[in-house]
Nanobody, 121 residues
Framework: QVQLVQSGGGLVQAGGSLRLTCAASGNIFSIIAMGWYRQAPGQQRELVAT???????NYADSVKGRFTISRDGAKNTVYLQMNSLKPEDTAVYYC???????????????WGQGTQVTVSS
């Protein structure tokens, strides 16, 4: 089994910054990619940013230039630095990892527990 543990988030005023962290642990042989998604009330979960192992980052148009995703491969940890936050960024943010597990070298996808980010106007 693989666990994704998120930290960070909270309440911030518009224009402020927050940093999210997600650490993966457990039955991991290698990580193909990690990313962040978010889900606002009444809306579908949407991609925020992804970072593949050794590849290029990808961002939703709505966060380009404001959010930065980064990864520490040695720690199996992904970060999301969120600057210039807007009220429309308010959502539950979920970490995601695409993993090759040690058991059977199978590919599986995992989600973190979710973290509330609230941006007040």
């Amino acid at each position: 089994q693989v666990q994704l543990v998120q930290s960070g988030g909270g309440l911030v005023q518009a224009g402020g910054s927050l940093r999210l962290t997600c650490a993966a642990s457990g039955n991991i042989f290698s990580i193909i990619a990690m990313g962040w998604y978010r889900q606002a009330p009444g809306q579908q979960r949407e991609l925020v940013a992804t970072i593949p192992s050794g590849g290029m980052t990808n961002y939703a148009d709505s966060v380009k230039g404001r959010f930065t995703i980064s990864r520490d491969g040695a720690k199996n940890t992904v970060y999301l630095q969120m600057n210039s936050l807007k009220p429309e960024d308010t959502a539950v943010y979920y970490c995601n990892a695409d993993v090759i597990t040690r058991s059977g070298l199978s590919r599986s996808n995992y989600w973190g527990q979710g973290t509330q980010v609230t941006v007040s106007s």
